[in-house]
């Protein structure tokens, strides 16, 4: 069964360095999202996206963060400058009708 | 605006039943359940549609009433693997205007 993935699984990083978290999602499917989950908390919507551009984001996504598809396959989420409470998991997912979560990248500012 | 789950936390022994309730202020186009384990993404269990319908899958099964902007999720006789957190997520728009947005969850805990 076709699955979303994401790498790395676990990325450590310093505060104010720049980090891309990476997903492929599902081959036929046209929209994109990337959310974050702050351990015990509830998933959040970040950022949509759509035909190669931003269709919605939220007020977490400011300018520290981008998404892009830089080819056929790959939808990347990149802080710029992390902070602390960048830290979390970030999960990828896309869809068509029904959305498919990727396993997640647990992100640590340190 | 946030769909509003109830309840928070639910603790069953193996082969009880529960409910988890999710309601929202706004209209809905489709009401989706997903459940997340410890430290896992959340993995989808199934999407109602508008019209009122009611799916199943095993013993797990749920209801939209669109004109309530409501949905339940119906846990029968529970197993030990249906821990963890329940999430609703609510479908505003359609298209490109799409958005699902989840509710807090509710951790379901079943004991042997």
């Known amino acids: 069964e076709p699955e979303v993935t994401q790498t790395p699984s676990h990325q450590v990083t310093q505060m104010g360095q720049e980090v891309i978290l990476r997903c492929v999602p599902i081959?036929?499917?046209?929209?994109f999202y990337w959310y974050r989950q702050i351990l015990g908390q509830k998933v959040e919507f970040l950022v949509s996206?759509?035909?190669?551009?931003?269709?919605?984001k939220s007020e977490i996504f400011d300018d520290q963060f981008s998404v892009e598809r830089p080819d056929g396959s790959n939808f990347t989420l990149k802080i710029r400058s992390t902070k602390l409470e960048d830290s979390a998991m970030y999960f990828c997912?896309?869809?068509?009708?029904?959305?498919?979560f990727g396993p997640g990248t647990r992100l640590t500012v340190l | 605006q946030q769909p509003v789950q109830s309840p928070q936390a639910v603790i069953l022994r193996e082969g009880e039943d529960a409910v988890i309730n999710c309601s929202s202020s706004?209209?809905?186009?489709?009401v989706h359940w997903y459940r997340q384990k410890h430290g896992e993404a959340p993995v989808f269990l199934m999407i109602?549609?508008?019209?009122?319908e009611q799916k199943g899958h095993e013993k797990i099964s749920a209801s939209f009433n669109e004109k309530k902007q409501q949905s339940s999720l119906y846990l029968t006789a529970s197993q030990l693997s249906y821990s963890g957190t329940y999430f609703c997520?609510?479908?505003?728009?359609?298209?490109?205007?799409?958005?699902?947005?989840f509710g807090k969850g509710t951790l379901l805990t079943v004991n042997p």
């Open positions: 997912a896309s869809r068509v009708n029904t959305q498919y």
């Open positions: 081959s036929n499917h046209l929209y």
């Open positions: 996206f759509y035909n190669n551009e931003i269709s919605e």
């Open positions: 706004k209209a809905l186009y489709s």
């Open positions: 109602l549609l508008k019209g009122g």
């Open positions: 997520g609510t479908q505003t728009g359609g298209g490109s205007n799409y958005k699902l947005t």
